[in-house]
C-alpha cells in the first residue's frame, strides 16, 4: 500500500508557471506507475499526465501537451508536475494516483488533492 500527499497548489496568473509535488510512502515507490488527474468544479475528473513505472514512459492530456511536464524520482518517492503557460481553464484540484501496472487503466490510490487557481 501507498500513501500519497500532494503539494506545490496555489494562486498564478494566467501564462504563470507551478509546480506540484507528490510525496510517496513505502519503499517500492518504483514499483508504481504514477498519474496526475484534475477536478474542476461541477465537472468529472479528467487525466492530465501519467509516467509508467521502470521505464519512466510519459504520456499527457492533449489539453496539456507542451505545457506541463510530469517526472519522478525514485530515490526520494516523489513525482512532480511541471505547469508553465496556465491558462483559466487549468484551475482544479489535482490529484496524484498510483497503480502497481505497466500500462495504467485504474488506479488504486489517491491523494488528497491540492488546488491549483489561474486567475488574475
Request: with cysteine; aromatic share 14%; net charge positive.
Amino acid at each position: 500500500q501507498v500513501q500519497l500527499v500532494e503539494s506545490g497548489g496555489g494562486l498564478v496568473q494566467p501564462g504563470g508557471s507551478l509546480r506540484l509535488s507528490c510525496a510517496a510512502s513505502g519503499r517500492t515507490f518504483s514499483m508504481y506507475s504514477m498519474g496526475w488527474f484534475r477536478q474542476a468544479l461541477g465537472k468529472e475528473r479528467e487525466f492530465v499526465a501519467g509516467i509508467r513505472r521502470f521505464v519512466g514512459y510519459q504520456y499527457y492530456a492533449n489539453s496539456v501537451k507542451g505545457r506541463f511536464t510530469i517526472s519522478r524520482d525514485n530515490a526520494r518517492n516523489t513525482v512532480s508536475l511541471q505547469m508553465n503557460s496556465l491558462k483559466p481553464e487549468d484551475t482544479a484540484v489535482y490529484y496524484c494516483a498510483a497503480v502497481q501496472a505497466d500500462y495504467p487503466d485504474e488506479y488504486d490510490y489517491w491523494g488528497q488533492g491540492t488546488q491549483v487557481t489561474v486567475s488574475s
